[in-house]
């Protein structure tokens, strides 16, 4: 069974500078129901782990939680 997670943009935006585009925490804390955003999924299984960038559409927010619907197939890689 794949296990997966968010994983933690601003630990990337201190790791890399402006080599990684984060838009300001005011536009991410204000997202509204239709936006599209690229998050970062953290998958493990019991074989390797990965990370993968996937677009998401805001489908519910409640007091700074969104719910989301996954906007792209996942791309596994099988070694």
């Given at each position: 069974?794949?296990?997966?997670?968010?994983?933690?943009?601003?630990?990337?935006?201190?790791?890399?500078?402006?080599?990684?585009?984060?838009?300001?925490?005011?536009?991410r804390?204000?997202?509204?129901?239709?936006?599209?955003?690229?998050l970062?999924?953290?998958f493990?299984?019991?074989?390797?782990?990965?990370?993968?960038?996937?677009?998401?559409?805001?489908?519910?927010?409640?007091?700074?939680?969104f719910?989301?619907?996954?906007?792209?197939?996942?791309?596994?890689?099988?070694?």
């Amino acid at each position: 069974m794949i296990k997966f997670e968010l994983d933690d943009v601003e630990s990337y935006k201190l790791e890399f500078g402006n080599k990684f585009y984060l838009p300001e925490r005011e536009k991410r804390q204000n997202l509204r129901t239709g936006d599209i955003v690229k998050l970062i999924f953290r998958f493990e299984d019991d074989k390797f782990a990965q990370v993968e960038c996937m677009w998401v559409i805001v489908s519910e927010t409640n007091n700074g939680e969104f719910t989301g619907i996954l906007d792209n197939e996942l791309f596994q890689k099988t070694v």
